[in-house]
């Protein structure tokens, strides 16, 4: 019966400290008071599981954590973390597991006490995917946080786009696109995972124009789509709440729709005429001004914008500028 106590002791604190580190992702880092009351009250019901555990003087009186054989385990996945999300993951599931011990192993002696951890462990089955919902959202706002995007595209820079890149990056431009039409899916994938190297080491993020499973393969931060290509309910599908999706628009009805769909930003263009895409009817202004009214999701400003026009473009309200070529001109 001692072993089994060790048992207890040692997921009980799991569960409690697993619960302890996300709620204080939900208070200090989401500043979200409703999440963080709601993860102090679970772990206030865990307690009260806990405490019908039958002589529960013994579940500290037999620890021994020096002869514990699992105390000095420490895996390479356990030595570092990359970012938020992976922290919460970690301890989320700790909680989870441990929960599922505790009522698993109080069955042998208290079948109310093993029902009662059940419950909890759906409770945070729960809690792990509203919080998972609200720290990607978070996540992702602090990447938005971006005045000056810039596309880099051999159509417009010829051979040399990781100069272009370096350059681009090493100006202080923290969000930049891959685009590139013409180049084979091979090719592509080589020189995005080129560009992701580049972006890593500048701390920049990196958004993928249309190759949805090339910027899954590099864990790219997010991708770009058009009005023609896959549907932004199924691109979520298929990329998670983590990541970051764009859409391009090119009227207020486009606008008004990527608002309603799953979409992180929306860019409104061409603004003005283009070498880019010389075909494409620039959208003006008044346009980009109503959608920034109306849309309350980032708008990004695209198209024929440079230092010659720029302040015209900003007394619309729109926060954000892309650009291809003259980024050197607009930093």
């Not at 620039?282 to 024929?304: D, E, F, Q, T, W």
Request: net charge positive.
């Amino acid at each position: 019966m001692q072993k089994i106590y060790r048992i207890f002791d040692a997921n009980i604190n799991r569960a409690l400290e697993g619960l302890r580190v996300v709620e204080e992702i939900a208070r200090f880092i989401l500043e979200d008071k409703k999440l963080s009351s709601k993860i102090k009250g679970l772990r206030g019901k865990v307690k009260y599981a806990c405490s019908l555990i039958p002589q529960q003087q013994l579940i500290i009186k037999i620890r021994d954590s020096k002869k514990d054989v699992g105390w000095k385990v420490y895996p390479k996945s356990e030595s570092s973390r990359a970012d938020i999300i992976s922290i919460y993951k970690a301890n989320i599931k700790r909680a989870t597991e441990a929960l599922r011990v505790l009522e698993e192993f109080t069955k042998l002696i208290n079948p109310g006490a093993g029902r009662a951890f059940k419950d909890l462990r759906f409770m945070v089955y729960d809690l792990e995917k509203e919080l998972y919902e609200e720290i990607s959202d978070y996540l992702k706002q602090k990447k938005l946080n971006f005045n000056l995007y810039v596309i880099i595209d051999p159509a417009a820079h010829g051979k040399n786009i990781f100069k272009i890149t370096q350059k681009v990056l090493k100006s202080g431009v923290k969000f930049i696109q891959y685009r590139d039409k013409k180049a084979s899916s091979k090719k592509f994938l080589n020189n995005a995972q080129k560009i992701k190297r580049l972006t890593d080491k500048y701390k920049a993020v990196l958004i993928i124009n249309d190759h949805i499973n090339i910027a899954k393969k590099i864990n790219a931060d997010g991708v770009h789509i058009g009005q023609e290509d896959i549907p932004p309910r199924k691109v979520r599908e298929m990329l998670g709440d983590e990541k970051i999706i764009g859409i391009s628009t090119h009227s207020y009805k486009q606008a008004c729709r990527a608002a309603r769909s799953p979409v992180d930003y929306l860019s409104c263009g061409p603004i003005f005429k283009t070498k880019t895409k010389p075909w494409r009817r620039a959208v003006g202004l008044p346009l980009l001004k109503k959608v920034v009214k109306s849309v309350k999701k980032p708008i990004v400003a695209i198209g024929g914008i440079d230092k010659n026009n720029l302040q015209q473009v900003k007394k619309t309200g729109v926060k954000r500028i892309a650009v291809i070529n003259a980024w050197r001109e607009l930093i």
